[in-house]
């Protein structure tokens, strides 16, 4: 059992994987982050008390909306363009273009899930 | 392209935890795809065209808490209370949280690279699947 790694963190930073390593960092950057944050959310509704409204109206406020909205779309789509090629692997053959789909995919929603985050709370 | 298939048959992969695990991953992001578009459908049903903007429909959808619709325009919290949308946000719940544990294991099991730590982290695993379930269908059937 181990594995032994013999890249320092330098030459890991340099490394160019373009658009699937880049969905891979996003994944599970949002991936974390959605663990933290809905963990502290069950935490605080459980708690309650003042701590538990103080972090949900972090929650609540558009700055945080727009973030965790970014992290649970993101992880979403991706994950399905991962489950949908790795269910029907000849499609992995098209992991590149499968990739574009997905940002022409995601963009829209997330740009529309902005623009209503933002309307609400301001009032537009 | 290439002739040859790049895929090993499940038996030269053999059948073991990790593997099932792997698809239990892909499986459960299907399974709340589901619970999310039941959501989706349930939010339209009950009126939200009127009522809600997009943030909040897909909120709503994302775990079917009422408590996630209080801040909107909704006349009647009752039908958004029911039972029924209790039990599928329980689904989600225990579906995310499983997904999501296994997703941290992983994580940690690409920096975590001993063997007593990798124990300890599908020790601390348990624990918080347990403790993650518990409380949050607390809160889903008790608020």
């Known amino acids: 059992m181990g594995i032994s790694r013999n890249v320092s963190l330098a030459t890991a930073l340099r490394y160019k994987g373009q658009g699937p390593m880049l969905t891979f960092i996003l994944h599970r950057i949002g991936g974390m982050g959605m663990a ?8 605080a509704s459980f708690f309650g008390g ?48 499968a990739i574009w789909v997905e940002w022409a995919v995601f963009i829209p929603l997330y740009g ?11 009032g537009g | 392209m290439n002739a040859k298939p790049r895929t090993l048959s499940l038996k030269q992969r053999g059948l073991n935890f990790e593997m099932l695990m792997w698809l239990f ?31 909040d429909v897909m909120r709503w959808a994302f775990t079917t808490s009422y408590t996630h ?6 006349p009647d919290l009752e039908p958004w209370a029911v039972w029924f949308w209790r039990l599928v946000a329980s689904g989600m719940v225990l579906t995310a949280i499983a997904h999501g544990v296994h997703g941290l294991v992983v994580i940690a099991d690409d920096y975590i690279i001993s063997s007593g730590g990798r124990k300890f982290v599908r020790f601390l695993s348990m624990l918080a699947v347990a403790s993650m379930s518990f409380i949050g269908l607390y809160i889903l059937w008790t608020y």
């Not at chain 1, 972090?55 to 949908?84: C, E, K, P």
């Not at chain 1, 623009?115 to 609400?120: E, K, P, Q, V």
């Not at chain 2, 619709?69 to 909704?74: A, F, G, I, L, P």
């Open chain 1, 112 to 122: 529309f899930a902005v623009y209503s985050i933002l309307s609400a709370a301001f």
């Open chain 2, 69 to 74: 619709v209080q801040s909107t325009n909704v």
């Open chain 1, 36 to 43: 933290i944050f809905i963990s502290m959310h069950l935490l």
């Open chain 1, 50 to 97: 003042s701590v538990g409204n103080f972090i949900n109206d972090i929650y609540m406020s558009w700055v945080f909306q727009i973030i965790i909205f970014f992290f649970v779309m993101f992880h979403a789509i991706n994950g399905l363009r991962i489950t949908i090629l790795d269910l029907w692997p000849p499609l992995l053959e098209y992991q590149r273009e």
């Open chain 2, 25 to 55: 991953t892909r499986l459960s992001a299907l399974a709340m795809y589901g619970f999310f578009i039941a959501g989706l459908v349930g939010a339209f049903w009950m009126g939200a065209r009127h009522d809600m903007n997009f943030a």
